[in-house]
């Protein structure tokens, strides 16, 4: 009789384990998973010069600092599959570049920036872009998402504007955290003593 209370004792240990797993409750998605990705993402045409329009965050250091944005300007360039990207902007009247990998992820138009530590990693997805006049990117830190706007010249039109901010309120933010930048006094490159290279950290 021993063995076969044994074995029952083992087939509802068995069962409850499976009916906790049962109710765990799946991990939350994260929101830049919900966002699409642009299709067919042709890296060749997205390469070149962005001004930077927009940005809608939730990020303490913009809201603080709304009031002081610089023109900031991007030069992609393709690496294979990773994207080279060259930020210029003003840092106390000097022009500053700051150089960045943009490494492949799972899908096609999604990218990983590294920083220091595992932490301060930053999920990117190319959402929208049409090539010749803007494109709408999604960075994640975390659980935080942002979304920019780049355009070809330093305006966009007011088509491109409203969608921009049709996809900001998809992702739960709003007109409240969203900042437009400067379309003037941009900076077309930087000496040597004014690069940030975080592709060598």
């Known amino acids: 009789m021993a063995p076969r209370a044994t074995l029952l004792f083992l ?43 927009g940005v809608a965050s939730r990020c303490s250091h913009l809201e603080e600092h709304s009031h002081h944005l610089e023109a900031t300007a991007v030069v992609v360039a393709v690496e294979g599959q990773s994207l080279s990207i ?18 492949p992820a799972k899908a096609h138009g999604r990218f990983l920036l590294k920083g220091r530590g595992y932490s301060s990693k930053v999920d990117v997805v190319v959402g929208e872009t049409d090539y010749s006049s803007y494109a709408i990117l999604y960075y994640q830190k975390g659980r935080s998402i942002s979304v920019k706007l780049y355009g070809r010249a330093s305006r966009v039109s007011d088509a491109v504007a409203d969608r921009f901010e049709q996809n900001v309120r998809a992702v739960g933010l ?25 592709t060598k950290l």
């Open 11 to 53: 087939a509802l240990l068995l069962s409850a384990s499976q009916g906790q797993k049962r109710r765990r409750p799946p991990p939350p998605q994260s929101p830049i998973e919900k966002v699409a990705i642009q299709e067919n993402l042709s890296l060749p045409q997205f390469a070149g010069k962005w001004f930077l329009i």
């Open 86 to 103: 060259s930020t210029f902007r003003k840092l106390d009247g000097m022009c500053w570049e700051i150089k960045q990998r943009y490494l």
């Open 174 to 198: 709003n007109e409240d955290v969203t900042y437009y930048f400067p379309t003037y006094g941009f900076c077309d490159s930087a000496d040597e003593f004014h690069i940030l290279d975080e």
